[in-house]
């Protein structure tokens, strides 16, 4: 028989089966449109229901009385550093500084209501356009737990000048899903964040003074005041510094996770990002890269309901971000971001498989973002009070831990008040401490980048010199390092 014949009759004994080297698939003889969503929905997973109690016992972690405690502290903490510096941005002055000293506290509480920001006589008409029914709003520009922190730092506040520091963001309702990753991580992974990640930085202990020394730019910042401020990074944490550009971290930590892989490091790479940031190319660039290099890497999806002043149901039409893992071949799942031990399972699970197998994971923490996008927003423009106060006061994720430790015995009132004193005095501390530092010298303008400067960069330097020489004086260089 010719051989080419031979040939054909071998091709067509195989089965009926596809074979395309781009999908696994069958044949399939009727005209069908895949629809978006085949399932329900992909399942939310939780082990601690609003109050605290845990659902099924086999999913309990079963962590030590002085890991929960950690959590809760590192949670708080984070809650009132963000409230002190987001006010020394946001405000001019804290209208409190009218009464005489040994008035401001008790004033400054008989003059508040509940939720609000300002004392009543002089708190500020409403911006045309926001809602009509002015005087049954509640400010809520400062999120987080009204109950925890309270108001009584702004006595202290108010002896300071505020918009001393230029931009901040804040961490309102996603604690969990930053204290319960960070805690099943170790120490050495190297995590890249997007920008409201700071509770993983607290909790590997990073000091409140170099937090406030990089949002103020002084002296002791690691950065040496060339970042804009919230965008940490301390190497030591194995904290990769933040970067402004949405989701340009994304193909760098698969980068990163590539090369531990290739040197058998036997650490992991987690990178931090919002659903909003998914929407950007870099997100196919690095899922896509994770899953066909086999990289140990934890893509964590912080899905806080909003992209800045975009809601999810105009960021996407398919069920959230964890849908889109198996599409990429990504384990996925999605979790309860304001129930830390979910988080923190899910995160832990994650790890260690990602070690093990070398494989990429997809955890989407479903939260709510309870503060504004940023200093520079005021989302009450395009969101109800309702609906930031029932995020606040009945599925936050400080509260429902809270409950649990009140339950197990491992916390009470006077602990909660002594630890709300201590700790707003330790960051009042950092904040004055912080503001007293000059900043840095502005020949650091030019150091860092090359190991030696090129004539261009030279001549700049040269022409800034003087340009101080002859202008100095119109330049506040008073309050710069010499």
């Known amino acids: ?58 999913e309990d972690p079963h962590l030590p009385k002085e890991k929960v405690l950690k959590f809760y502290k590192s949670m708080t903490l984070l809650n009132t550093m963000d409230r002190i510096l987001y006010e020394s941005q946001r405000q001019k002055k804290a209208h409190i500084h009218q009464f005489p000293p040994q008035q401001r506290e008790s004033q400054a509480w008989e003059h508040m209501e509940e939720g609000t920001a300002e004392p009543r006589q002089h708190r500020q008409e409403p911006r045309r356009g926001l809602a009509q029914d002015w005087p049954s709003r509640k400010l809520w520009i400062h999120g987080g737990v009204r109950s925890w922190a309270g108001f009584g730092w702004l006595s202290v506040i108010a002896q300071h000048n505020q918009g001393r520091i230029s931009f901040y963001m804040t961490n309102y309702g996603e604690e969990g899903t930053h204290v319960g990753s960070a805690a099943a991580l170790d120490n050495t992974d190297l995590v890249f964040g997007q920008y409201r990640e700071a509770g993983v930085l607290m909790y590997r202990d990073y000091p409140l003074e170099l937090f406030m020394a990089q949002c103020y730019g002084n002296i002791s910042d690691l950065g040496k005041g060339r970042q804009m401020p919230v965008h940490y990074g301390c190497k030591e944490r194995h904290f990769v510094t933040i970067s402004s550009p949405l989701a340009t971290q994304i193909p760098q930590a698969v980068g990163a996770a590539y090369a531990a892989k290739r040197a058998n490091a ?22 896509n890269f994770a899953a066909t290099l086999e990289c140990p890497i934890i ?28 599409g990429y071949g990504i384990l996925s799942i999605r979790v309860d971001g304001n129930d830390v031990f979910a988080v923190y399972n899910a995160t832990k699970e994650a790890r260690r498989r990602a070690v093990a197998e070398n494989q990429p994971f997809l955890i989407e923490a479903m939260t709510y973002r309870i503060g504004h996008h940023s200093t520079s927003d005021d989302s009450s423009a395009y969101r109800s009070v309702d609906e930031v106060n029932y995020w606040d006061k009945q599925d936050h994720p400080i509260s429902r831990l809270r409950h649990y ?17 201590q700790s707003r005095k330790k960051v009042m501390e950092a904040f004055e401490q912080a503001e007293r ?46």
């Not at 036997?266 to 899922?287: L, M, Q, T, W």
């Not at 912080?302 to 959230?320: F, K, L, M, V, W």
Request: net charge negative; charged share 25%.
């Open 1 to 58: 028989m010719h051989p080419h014949r031979q040939q054909e009759q071998q091709f067509s004994s195989l089965d009926d089966k596809p074979q395309f080297p781009g999908a696994s698939a069958e044949f399939i003889d009727k005209l069908e449109f895949i629809q978006p969503n085949v399932i329900s929905g992909i399942p939310i997973y939780r082990v601690m229901d609003r109050q605290g109690q845990i659902i099924n016992p086999s």
């Open 266 to 287: 036997n650490r992991v790479v987690i990178c931090y990002f919002g659903e909003g940031a998914a929407s950007e190319g870099d997100a196919h660039a690095g899922f």
């Open 299 to 326: 893509f964590f999806c912080r899905n806080n309901g909003y992209a800045i002043s975009t809601p999810t149901s105009e960021q996407y039409r398919g069920d959230g971000i964890a849908a889109r893992g198996p």
């Open 405 to 421: 430790l009140l339950s197990r015995g491992w916390w009470d009132e006077e602990q909660e008040k002594a630890w709300r004193k």
């Open 437 to 482: 530092k000059p900043k840095p010298n502005p020949n650091l303008l030019f150091s860092d980048v090359y190991q030696e400067m090129p004539s261009q960069l030279r001549k700049q330097q040269e022409s800034l010199a003087r340009h101080l020489q002859t202008y100095g004086e119109h330049y506040p260089l008073e309050h710069f390092d010499k």
